[in-house]
Every structure is written in C-alpha cells, then in structure tokens.
C-alpha cells in the first residue's frame, strides 16, 4: 500500500511543492439525463518536503594540540500542514486529493585529535529538533439520479518524520584524551492526519429499485512514520589516553494521530 500511495503522488504534474497547501475544488452539477458525469482526476494532490542540516567539526592533528567543538547550539524547526477539500456530483474522483509530507531533519558535532598530547573535546552541547506534519482532507461525492458516484485511489496520506543527532569525540594520539560531556539530545515530532471520505449512491426510482450504487476503493490510507536517533560517542586509541562521555541527557518523543471516516451510501 506504502508504494502503491507513493506512485500515485508523484505520477501527476499538479503536484506543487510547498509548506502550507491550500487545495478547494468547487462542486458541480451536471443534468441526470446528461451521459456525461462530473470527474475530478489526478487533482488536488500535495507534496510537500522540508530537509534540514547543521555540522560543526574541530580537528587537529599536531602535538600539543587541541581540537574543540564546545557550547554550541543546534535547532531545527519544521513544520508541513495541508488542508484539502474536494467536492463532486455524479461521476468519479480518481487520483485526487492524496498527501504526501516529509521533514529530515540532522545535527552533527565532531572533534578529532591525532597529535601525541593533544585533547578532543565536544561537550555542552545542544541539538533539538522538532517537526509537524498536518493534513486535513476532506472529499464528498454525490451520486446523480441514476449513476452513484465512484472514489478511488484518492484522500490517502502519507506522513514520515527522520531526526538525528550526533555528537563525537576521538583521540588516536599517545597521553591524549577525548572528551564528551553535559550535551543535551532532544527530539519532538508528531504526525496527524483526519481523513473524511463520503459516497452517495444514485436515487431510488418510483418503485423503489435501487440504480448503480456508489463505490469507494483504495481511498483513505494513512501511512505516518516518525525514526529518531541520539548518539553520543567518546573514543581514545592513544596509548596512556582517556576517553569520557559523562553528564549527557537524550530524549525522544513521537506521536502519530490517524482520523479517518470513510461513509458509502
């Protein structure tokens, strides 16, 4: 299902990429004794991505020397909301109103000492990043008098949250050391999508016999992932060395929210 909503995404040219997506499709009537049916497809769909980076690095390789990435700060914040609505009467939705939303999201420190007597030192420290992703949509479809309506591959989401962080101190150097102290990790992210699906069959005639009924298929999927990662490392090689990664605090925390109701009359 995962890749099968991925390629419906990204095989329509109307997918504009942007932060905040505002999609509204009017509804329309066509006549009940028209052969031609109202159709929205490959419409309404959004894509929306956010990557974010942040690197800091000291090395040295000399004696008696130092390499220091200390008291530094790190954030990322991001954030993706899209707000669809599609409407029809009679006919068929179709590769419409589908979301796709992404947010990467990295912080990386690292100090490296090579030199004989010589000191790496990444302490006091902080990353934090944080990210969001929003989608609300909402499609209906109205069969006419005598045809009921059709939804498919349409109103799916899919939702995904990376974030990492990493701190590295090394030593290879003799009567070196290398140190990662007192850094703070933290990683916030919440994914939450509310799906509205409705189909209305065609009308019942004077006798009461039912027409062609609607039908809904592989519409209102939702997909949310959220990976987050802290790593801390300390590291000496050097012969008489030292290595220490004391007094850090790493946290994580993830939430993924799915609303979906999907009605066929």
Do not use: C, E
């Not at 390789?61 to 909301?81: E, H, I, R």
């Not at 969001?132 to 899919?158: C, E, M, P, Q, R």
């Not at 949250?161 to 990683?187: C, E, F």
């Amino acid at each position: 299902m995962l890749n099968a909503l991925v390629d419906i995404i990204l095989r329509h040219k109307r997918i504009i990429p942007v932060i905040v997506a505002l999609v509204g499709i009017g509804a329309y009537m066509i006549p009940a004794n028209s052969l031609a049916l109202a159709a929205i497809s490959g419409s309404g769909n959004v894509l929306q991505t956010v990557t974010q980076s942040n690197s800091i690095s000291a090395s040295n390789t000399g004696k008696y020397g130092g390499a220091f990435a200390d008291f530094n700060l790190q954030l990322n914040s991001a954030s993706n909301t899209a707000d669809v609505a599609l409407s029809n009467h009679g006919g068929t939705i179709k590769d419409s109103g589908n979301v796709l939303q992404d947010i990467s999201q990295s912080n990386s420190i690292s100090a490296t000492n090579s030199g004989d007597n010589g000191i790496a030192d990444a302490s006091h420290n902080i990353q934090a990043n944080s990210a969001s992703n929003t989608a609300d949509v909402h499609i209906s479809n109205h069969g006419g008098s005598y045809h009921g309506g059709k939804i498919k591959d349409s109103g799916n989401v899919l939702q995904s949250i990376s974030q990492s962080n990493d701190i590295q101190a090394s030593n290879s150097g003799s009567s070196g050391s290398a140190t990662a102290d007192n850094n703070l990790q933290s990683n916030d992210a919440s994914n939450s999508a509310t799906v509205h699906i409705s189909n209305h069959g065609g009308s019942h005639d004077s006798k009461g016999s039912d027409h062609k009924s609607g039908k809904i298929s592989d519409s209102g999927n939702v997909a949310q992932s959220v990976s987050q990662s802290n790593s801390i490392s300390s590291s000496n090689s050097g012969d008489h060395g030292s290595s220490d990664a004391s007094g850090n605090v790493q946290s994580n925390s993830a939430s993924n929210s799915a609303d979906v109701h999907i009605k066929n009359h």
